[in-house]
């Protein structure tokens, strides 16, 4: 098992998007941490996240101590987290946005100034700037605990996707067809722009440029990890599509498809596709690098193909059904506006419902089914850290 850094340094992990449901990610992280030795600082020396997901890369890259107690803490977080700490849940205020949103549909001057959305989430901001040490990733890339840490976001003015990362030097920028990696100081702007859900939440400027939710552009959500160094990925997603033979939530409707219902295919299509896509592309080039000698790949020119050893762990339930049962704690005003546009489970857009779900009960039921998954896959998560396997 890998317990030194020079070992570890090429390890790297990948956490994807997906709004609540990343609440899964940290049930699987605790089980990682008690997997591990107790006094492990910090196994993951390259930290990749997109939106929801670079909220709790973040939180273990701008945390010190062990990384069974970064864990400890981020869970504890979400242990406690309800809407009013995300996003702003008063009627007025909602109604509001709502209107702002729908009246820059027909009179451009709405849409100029302040971004749009239908919640403003400076609730969020202000925790995570409390909680998130951004000068201890300066600190922890000095002393060799950290290679790089990386947040995605998606440019609105260049429609691309931009990784924006901090390492150790030698790590270089990219930039390949809707690609860029781009070094720089992270902060607060970057984790609540990659973050910005579209639609849902306000774009964040940077420079001269808006940034939305990091998943929209990120058809390769493993690659920052790799152009950083990484020969070990080690990947949480939050899709509950390979749950087999999931009961339906509710009898088959023939009506056309609500908003909600179209606006969570869409996101299901940015935070869960990609990554799936991505993965199934990562375990085929491995598996062909793998069929080859160092000379033979040489003598096709194919050099840079190397095989990547990977773990993925998937929640092992359907999140839509856990969803269903707590549709009642989401905020009246939100509650309000879900029913409106279909997010629920008759309307057939229990996805985005789920996307917003940021309540005691339903974060706590995902944090216990990431654990309990975890805990299924401990020999091969100990298989994942050994070197020698």
Request: contains cysteine; positive net charge.
């Amino acid at each position: 098992m890998t317990k030194n850094n020079s070992q570890a340094e090429k390890t790297g992990i990948v956490l994807t998007g997906g709004g609540a449901r990343a609440a899964y990610q940290v049930g699987v992280l605790r089980a990682v941490a008690e997997t591990l030795p107790r006094e492990t600082k910090n196994p993951f020396p390259i930290i990749c996240g997109t939106s929801a997901g670079a909220i709790n890369a973040m939180a273990i890259a701008g945390r010190a101590g062990p990384f069974s107690l970064r864990i400890k803490k981020l869970e504890a977080i979400w242990r406690q987290l309800d809407a009013e700490k995300v996003y702003r849940t008063d009627f007025l205020g909602v109604a509001k946005n709502s209107l702002n949103m729908l009246l820059s549909l027909f009179h451009s001057g709405y849409a100029i100034g302040k971004p749009k959305a239908l919640l403003d989430n400076t609730p969020l901001r202000d925790l995570l700037d409390n909680y998130i040490r951004f000068r201890h990733i300066k600190e922890a890339i000095a002393n060799g605990e950290l290679d790089a840490v990386s947040i995605t976001a998606m440019s609105y003015n260049s429609g691309k996707s931009v990784t924006f990362f901090q390492g150790k030097e030698g790590i270089q920028p990219w930039q390949k067809s809707r690609q860029r990696g781009l070094p720089t100081d992270l902060n607060i702007d970057h984790l609540m722009a990659s973050s910005a859900i579209p639609v849902l939440f306000p774009a964040m400027k940077i420079g001269d440029n808006y940034f939305g939710d990091g998943a929209l552009r990120q058809l390769k959500p493993i690659s920052p990890a790799l152009r950083m160094g990484a020969k070990k990925v080690f990947i949480i997603g939050v899709s509950d599509s390979l749950v087999r033979n999931p009961r339906p939530i509710a009898p088959t409707s023939y009506h056309s498809p609500s908003i909600a219902q179209i606006m969570g295919h869409m996101l299901n299509s940015a935070f869960i596709d990609s990554i799936e896509s991505d993965l199934g592309t990562l375990e085929k080039i491995t598996r062909l690098a793998g069929s080859m000698t160092t000379s033979e790949r040489e003598r096709l020119g194919l050099s840079d193909l190397q095989p990547i050893k990977s773990l993925a762990i998937h929640p092992s339930q359907s999140i839509n059904r856990i969803a269903v049962d707590h549709l009642h704690e989401l905020p009246k005003s939100v509650r309000m506006f879900m029913k409106v546009t279909g997010a629920t489970a008759r309307g057939g857009g229990i996805n985005t419902a789920s996307y917003l779900l940021f309540s005691k009960g339903f974060c706590r039921k995902l944090l216990e089914l990431g654990y309990q998954d975890g805990l299924a896959q401990q020999q091969a998560i100990l298989d994942f850290f050994d070197d020698n396997k």
